[in-house]
């Protein structure tokens, strides 16, 4: 169906939400201000704008249908009254400017009120044209088409912290395009080799470094991560720093280059970590540490190791989990099966499993945290790993800059829960 999200993403101040689904729809959500009679209201995000980003195309030459599923959409910072961001799908980046209306001219000098040209006989006087308060208005407008940059899908656009440039990674290249220029990008990373069939990774994420606008790192199906410096060389194929972990031989099986694939790579607000999920675990990586990562996460849903054959049969195990910090870097989230989504506290070690679910999102309910569990024990409320239901999953999730709000995609339905009282999750 059109309507399943795609991606969802936070604006800097996270006053504002968007939304991308596949049906090549963006939907923007505002919060709503404080209300003083109602110190509850604060925080609900209602629909601000609804916008067609992207249709479906046809590429004529190689006989591909090209979806309108909106792979990613990145805000830019704020530069005036207006909003803008960039939504992409898998082969065309475009750049939209949301803008509000409430006033309107009144008082035309050569048209009258519907707009149609007066007789130029009957205009004896000028008049000076007043504003007059109106409905408010979004509207959206479309300011550049970034075309024809890649051959292959596009998996990421990341915004650097220069405000001028952004990149575009698709499989097997890198682009660095100017916000303003759109018939061309300079291409920094290209990992396609001179004959296809010696291809052995692809490329599955990217993102700048938060601060240093020379810095960007991307993520291979290999599992490695890639940190690459813009001023040693225009073209980045040479990296800095990599960063891989020896594999476990003990865990060696079938599924292991599979499951290794790293589907999404995050640096810290702070610049110092990234964060990195694969199917199985989370990642947590010191940018002055190649070697290996400084905290592992495996239990993210380690279950399901016993289960990676019929995964693999259902074509589960290609699934690509986002995952996500929160604005202290303190805690970090990721999705998971069963419209499940896991939360690790880094200082006290503290895990939850939490569910997003029709039940569990009235109106201030708390939610109850999940257990699964894989031997014959069970305890009251436990969901056996047996029973989880495969075709609900979470992949696309966000945590609002700076406080304890977050947005969970869960296939077509958006969950916003936030905290109320302290750093428990309601």
């Not at 006033?103 to 007789?119: A, I, Q, S």
């Not at 240093?212 to 040693?232: E, T």
């Not at 969901?383 to 609002?400: N, P």
Request: charged residues 25%.
């Amino acid at each position: 169906p059109a309507d399943i999200i795609s991606t969802v993403e936070f604006n800097h101040t996270g006053e504002l939400l968007a939304t991308g689904d596949k049906g090549g729809r963006v939907v923007i959500f505002q919060r709503e201000p404080e209300s003083k009679n109602e110190p509850y209201s604060q925080g609900e995000y209602n629909v601000y704008s609804t916008f067609q980003s992207h249709e479906p195309e046809f590429d004529y030459l190689k006989s591909l249908e090209i979806e309108e599923k909106i792979n990613k959409i990145k805000w830019l910072p704020q530069q005036n009254a207006a909003h803008s961001l960039l939504s992409t799908n898998d082969k065309t980046i475009k750049l939209w400017k949301i803008t509000e209306r409430d006033k309107r001219p009144e008082g035309y000098n050569l048209k009258d009120e519907e707009g149609k040209l007066k007789d130029l006989s009957t205009v004896t006087s000028l008049q000076v044209p007043v504003l007059k308060p109106m409905d408010l208005m979004v509207e959206v407008t479309p300011r550049r088409i970034f075309a024809n940059g890649h051959t292959y899908h596009v998996n990421s656009i990341s915004v650097n912290s220069d405000c001028e440039t952004y990149m575009s990674a698709d499989d097997l290249r890198i682009n660095l395009w100017h916000l303003a220029i759109t018939d061309r990008s300079f291409n920094i990373v290209d990992i396609k080799p001179a004959n296809m069939e010696d291809l052995t990774e692809v490329i599955t994420a990217s993102e700048f470094h938060p601060h240093h606008c020379n810095l960007f790192v991307y993520s291979s199906s290999k599992g490695s991560l890639r940190l690459c410096d813009m001023r040693a060389s225009a073209l980045c194929d040479k990296h800095s720093k990599l960063y891989e972990e020896p594999e476990d031989p003990s865990n060696r099986s079938f599924f292991s280059e599979i499951i290794s694939s790293v589907s999404d790579v995050k640096f810290s607000h702070s610049g110092r970590y990234m964060l990195t999920r694969d199917y199985l675990t989370v990642k947590v990586w010191d940018l002055n540490m190649e070697t290996k990562p400084v905290e592992t996460y495996q239990q993210v849903h380690d279950y399901l190791r016993s289960k990676l054959c019929s995964l693999y049969e259902n074509d589960c195990i290609f699934d690509k989990f986002e995952c996500a910090w929160n604005g202290s870097d303190s805690v970090i989230m990721t999705g998971a099966y069963n419209n499940f989504f896991r939360m690790f506290d880094r200082n006290t070690k503290r895990d939850v499993t939490l569910e997003a679910s029709r039940e569990s999102s009235k109106p201030r309910a708390i939610l109850k945290p999940r257990r699964v569990c894989v031997g014959g024990k069970r305890r009251k409320d436990d969901i056996s790993v047996d029973s989880l239901d495969f075709t609900k999953k979470i992949l696309h999730t966000a945590w609002h800059p700076t406080e304890n709000i977050i947005a969970i995609a869960a296939t077509n339905n958006l969950y916003i829960f936030q905290d109320k009282v302290n750093s428990e999750m309601h």
